[in-house]
């Protein structure tokens, strides 16, 4: 039976049959050989990579079980399905952390590398999938592929980044990284301008592992992208007993009126949290998901921007065009009147992706939040695309709706050697859009 669907930007909405994967040594489910099936994860992302308009999910979330915990070395084996919440519950006692981690911890580990999703060190370390030794694949013939750099090296390549159309991941093997204890040492920093950030950046690389800023994207004039840097690193502090503490602690009931989230609310919440703290520097430690997933204290946060759901936009433009290319996309948006509630912008660094389709490069980056109004809404975008095309740049498709074919292939050149790899039975809402097929 086919039910109405949305991802976390809750828009588009489709309508698709779900399937749960309850075992990772299931056979592939045959639903009707005309049918086609995308894996799905906690749908955390914003726009169609996860949905499957008139075709099946594969949902993961109950295939969701430890295979192995090598405890000296930091080498977990688990379900595909996994939830990194719960993979952090119990790997933070025992003195280890994931390697890269998004902004919110309700993903799983296949959605984390079918987006091959990055962190606050990427910097650092690059990528999640530069951190996995290796995984099967479950394809729509009942084959069984383990993948790794040396085994089915190009399938690897291809799955990392591959937006789930190369088959369904059934478990994955991830390298960790060593802790002392759930803390981070945290420092915040106001800044004043674009410039004030880039300089920011280059001066923590070295010493800081996260860094990130949220920019007020209101701002004009030679306050252009001003905004509060945050950076951090895992502390020495021990200590597992606030652990516990680790909830969501408020939930949106019910979808705001759409009116919420304007140009004066947007404009007065940047202002009041650019001035949030009193002096220019704050240092504390904090428990690692205050750091780390400070949305995840909300749940349904998005019910906030209304029926029609937000359109998230999230581009990188290498470091050359950087700060021009980062200026125009700010003056566009303030020039139409359209500012995002949440802003935020960071230098990747030099390490290169495993994944043919990966979005991370060498550049900056930013993700805008914006409301759904529709016609306006989406002609910024398309102006957006313009600077980011101009620049060399590219969007990512786990926060995009609306991307067209011509922007999405010259983003991705490699997406004709990808096509090569895909499961004939898979396919996704997104795919077909930016393939301009129909349905
Ligand atoms: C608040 C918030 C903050 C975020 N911050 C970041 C960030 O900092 N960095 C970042 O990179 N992303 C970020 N994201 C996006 C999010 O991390 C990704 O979209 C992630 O992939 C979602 O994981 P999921 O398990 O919900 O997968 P879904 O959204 O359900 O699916 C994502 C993709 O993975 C595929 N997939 C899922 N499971 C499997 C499987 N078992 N086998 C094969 N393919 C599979 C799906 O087909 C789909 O193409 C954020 C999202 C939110 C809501």
């Known amino acids: ?58 949902r993961t979330a109950s295939m969701a079980r430890y295979i192995s915990f090598d405890e000296r070395n930091g080498i977990i084996r688990c379900d595909a399905g996994v939830c990194l919440h719960d993979l952090l519950q119990f790997i933070v006692p025992k003195g280890w952390f994931v390697p890269v981690t998004p902004g919110t911890r309700y993903v799983t580990i296949g959605g984390m590398i079918a987006n091959d999703i990055h962190g606050k060190n990427h910097h650092r370390v690059g990528t999640f999938g530069c951190h996995v030794n290796s995984f099967e694949l479950l394809r729509s013939d009942g084959s069984r592929l383990s993948c790794s750099q040396k085994e089915n090296p190009d399938l690897f390549a291809a799955t990392v980044g591959g937006l789930g159309l190369t088959g369904l991941i059934t478990w994955a093997e ?113 428990l690692y998901d205050k750091f780390f997933y400070p949305l995840d204290g909300i749940g349904q946060w998005n019910r906030l921007y209304g029926k029609k759901g937000l359109l998230q936009y999230q581009c990188v433009v290498p470091a050359e065009a950087g700060n021009n290319a980062i200026s125009d996309i700010l003056s566009q948006c303030i020039s139409k009147g359209q500012g995002s509630f949440l802003s935020v912008l960071k230098v990747f660094g030099k390490k290169k992706s495993p994944g043919l389709l990966s979005f991370p490069r060498e550049g900056v980056t930013l993700a805008l939040d914006f ?18 095309l101009k620049a060399g740049g ?38 077909r859009r930016v393939m301009e097929q129909t349905g």
């Not at 995009?400 to 050697?417: C, G, I, L, Q, V």
């Open 371 to 388: 409301p759904n109004r529709g016609k306006e809404t989406f002609s910024l975008l398309d102006t957006l695309d313009k600077i980011v």
């Open 174 to 286: 991830i390298r960790l990284s060593k802790i002392a204890g759930p803390y981070i040492d945290t420092e915040t920093i106001r800044f004043d301008n674009l410039a004030d950030f880039f300089e920011l950046s280059k001066e923590s690389d070295k010493a800081w592992e996260y860094t990130v800023a949220w920019i007020d994207s209101l701002a004009k004039g030679k306050s252009l992208g001003r905004g509060l840097f945050m950076r951090g690193n895992h502390s020495d502090k021990t200590g597992t007993e606030k652990l516990a503490e680790i909830k969501q602690k408020l939930t949106i009931p019910f979808d705001a009126p759409s009116s919420l989230l304007n140009k004066y609310s947007i404009k007065l919440f940047n202002n009041a949290y650019y001035r949030k703290q009193f002096s220019r520097t704050v240092h504390k430690p904090q």
């Open 394 to 431: 590219a969007v990512y498709p786990a926060k995009d709706a609306r991307m067209d074919s011509t922007s999405f292939k010259t983003y991705y050149p490699n997406w004709n050697e990808f096509a090569e790899y895909i499961d004939p039975q898979f396919s996704s809402s997104f795919w």
């Open 1 to 58: 039976m086919k039910e109405d669907y949305l991802s976390w930007g809750r828009y588009p909405k489709v309508s698709q049959e779900i399937y749960n994967v309850l075992w990772r040594s299931e056979s592939f489910p045959k639903i009707n050989a005309s049918t086609s099936y995308l894996p799905y994860g906690m749908g955390r992302s914003y726009g169609d990579v996860c949905l499957n308009n008139e075709g099946v999910i594969l």
